[in-house]
DNA sequence: CAGTGAGCGAGCTTCCGCTTGACTT
């Protein structure tokens, strides 16, 4: 019988830990938290010093009863969960749980997953961080009151379902603010001029260091050159260097995989999941960029390996992210010398990106040599200058190079002629072109990851998780938008001749960009309204220096959390009393023809346009797509065009319109899809009645069987294939079995079988 | 499943952080 139980968080930490202590250790997990405040209402008794009503979870009924029985058959409990706050939490909870009594427990703890590591927490235990509980437990309750306060609101206000938290609510503000401040953008555009000279053979595109503001003022300059003879004027060889950047953190991981690999947040976590679980990578929600001596000194050796000493430079990095809270190591691989693992292949394109970061983090600088060279005339009090970059040695550039999210990268030349002052350069061309600046950009899934950390919202357990929600809620969505195109000028001086076009040029392109719903504007603006201080940027961050202080023993939790409540609360009151419901409203313009405003709201059925007060008010919802604060009048025009009525048919009206699956026309109270290439602003009457007929005639034709022994049981062919419906429920057919001749027997067989 | 937009009302929804499976299509 083993004398000692040590419990941790997760259960592949579990399995770890176990090999390296001996066989007097029973090692288990206990799946993150164990106890969390009551489902069913608030949780907190609020009028009685804000005591916490914690329950057990129907799905941790069963991991805690079996620690139970384990914990009463061993001398010694050790209580191994994370060095943080949620960590110290666990550990009490476990406590109180487990009924451990203060002589049979022990609290340790080790932030990397090493034999030394854990032997010297074995041998240096502490007892439970009250203090630290207790911060955490008024973390926990002031999200309980945060969320639970104002959701209920939002249903009361605007709709049922929706949701408000201290994250998410300011993370869809982040959103909205965002597409506010593209929307405001205005773009001007400046000519840009560059030349393209021979020096010494060698061709140099380089770039005027002026722009002008209009294409005359390009051209008077470019008029000017005509005559021209250039020489080199100048050539500058700077020294630089490029550092590797630190290993993966959980934000940093889901912002390189996005924009490498192409893949979203919750997939990024997914597959990181997987590789911890096989272990072949440290664990994956961390916010450190540290790593274990362990780790420095076999990369170390594997980097001196393969790439030599000179490419070798030990480095520890400093975590700067606000809030973070190290209770593990940063993301690397468990064992260096597996550069390939076997695993799926996204999993491996995962690795291998975790790998070499974890690698490059700890090789030498690159050095750069950068040149600049300028080329001038007398005459013009301008010069037309070139940066080359020379990588004199690559150092960490051989195995990664970090991406950005920058999406205009300035083109450099990599090598430049060899060139003295006052080399001629000989004139090949000088283009000037129209360049626009451009608008912010909008979030990413990772990019907003990036943010919410910037400002501590959210734990790297919780960004995937959040930005699901966001989505789900219809606060958000990710799209892709097709880019527009507009006319820039340009002009051209070759040989003394200058000419002047006109080109195309794509922009506004977006793929799987965040932009918000009219949901998301309507419940943010309500939010921001009325709670200023949760939605305000820094909210977290001042609450964060509060538990702080508590954790530090200097504030009492439920003195804390009173003083916020206090305030909160009578907002949350006032707002419950007021007699209207939010108010969202939008006046976009006049109707052309009958001048009355034409009106942008919410209502139950989501965004709609509305002119009221004519004749016959009309009434249109928006598109999915469309947004309540960015669509234009012309826009609101075309949805008033529908329905339109074509004429009649057996006794009844043609009638066109959009509906949620497209546009359809509808007769008799039948609904027919319109095809593709049919437009519902112009289709006519008799392309309408072609729609009609045919599909008449499809279902006329369409397969079905039934028996007179089971008339509730139907053979079909659907989309994925003959199948059977019975009793509202579909079961699929093999292929071994004709539709055409299947008996009832074999029916009914199929249904057994998958019962 | 495709219309609608005033108001009533039963019973439901909801937070953030810590962890994994167990499910169906």
Known sequence: MENNLVIVESPAKAKTIKRFLGDDFIVKSSYGHIRDLSKKNLGIDVDNGFTPEYEIPADKKKVVSELKKLASQVKTVWLASDEDREGEAISWHLSEVLKLKESSYKRIVFHEITKDAIQNAIDNPRSIDLNLVNAQQARRILDR???????????????????????????????????????????????????????????????????????QEAAVFLESLKEESFHVADLVKKPGKKSPAPPFTTSTLQQEAGR???????????????????????????????????????IKSEIVKSFGVEYSKVRQFQTKTKGAQEAHEAIRPTFVNAENIEMGKQEQRLYDLIWKRAVASQMSDAKIEKTILTVNNDKNNVSFITTGE?????????????????????????????????????????????????????????????????????????????????????????????????????????????????????????????????????????????????????????????????????????????????????????SLKEKENSKWERELGKHPQTGLPIILKIGKYGPYASVEGGEKPLYASLRKNQNIESITIEEVLDLFRLPRTLGEYEEDQVIVALGKYGPYVKNNGAFYALQKTDDPYTVSLERALEIIEEKKKNVKEAFSRSFDEMPGLKVLKGRYGPYISYEKKNYRIPKSLDPELITLDECKNIIEKKK
Do not use: C
């Open 390 to 574: 020379i990588v004199s040695f690559d150092g960490f550039l051989k195995l990664y190079m970090e991406s950005s999210d920058d999406e205009t990268t300035e083109e450099k030349q990599s090598s430049l002629p060899n060139a003295k002052i006052n080399d001629e350069a000989i004139v090949e061309r000088v283009e000037s072109f129209e360049k626009y600046d451009q608008p912010p950009y909008r979030y990413t899934e990772a990019s907003l990851v990036k943010k919410m950390e910037e400002l501590g919202i959210g734990r790297p357990s919780t960004y995937a998780p959040t930005i699901s929600t966001i989505q789900q809620r219809d606060y958000v969505v990710k799209e892709s938008r097709p880019p527009k195109i507009r006319v820039i000028g340009s002009l051209t001086l070759t040989k003394g001749n200058l000419t002047e076009t006109k080109l195309d040029e794509k922009f506004g392109g977006e793929a799987n960009k965040l932009f918000p719903t009219s949901m998301g504007v309507v419940v943010t603006d309500y939010l921001a309204g009325h709670f200023e201080e949760i939605l305000d940027y820094n909210f977290t961050a001042q609450i964060e220096e509060k538990f702080d202080h508590i954790a530090d023993g200097d504030v009492t939790w439920t003195d804390m959390i009173a003083k916020f409540y206090k305030g909160f609360n009578v907002k949350v009151e006032a």
């Open 145 to 215: 009151l945060v969320g639970f306060k104002l959701s209920p609101l939002l249903w009361k206000k605007i709709k049922p379902s929706l949701s408000a938290g201290r994250v998410q609510s300011v993370s869809v503000k982040l959103i909205v603010e965002r597409e506010r401040e593209i929307n405001a953008f205005k773009s001007k555009s400046e000519y840009k001029v560059f030349g393209f000279f021979i020096i010494n053979g060698i061709s140099v595109k380089s770039e005027l260091n002026k722009k002008f503001k209009t294409k």
């Open 260 to 298: 490498k690999l192409g893949m979203s947040v919750a997939q990024t976590m997914k597959f990181a999941q997987g590789l911890y679980e096989n272990g072949h990578i440290t664990y994956m929600r961390t916010d450190s960029v540290n790593l274990s001596s362990l780790a420095i000194n076999t």
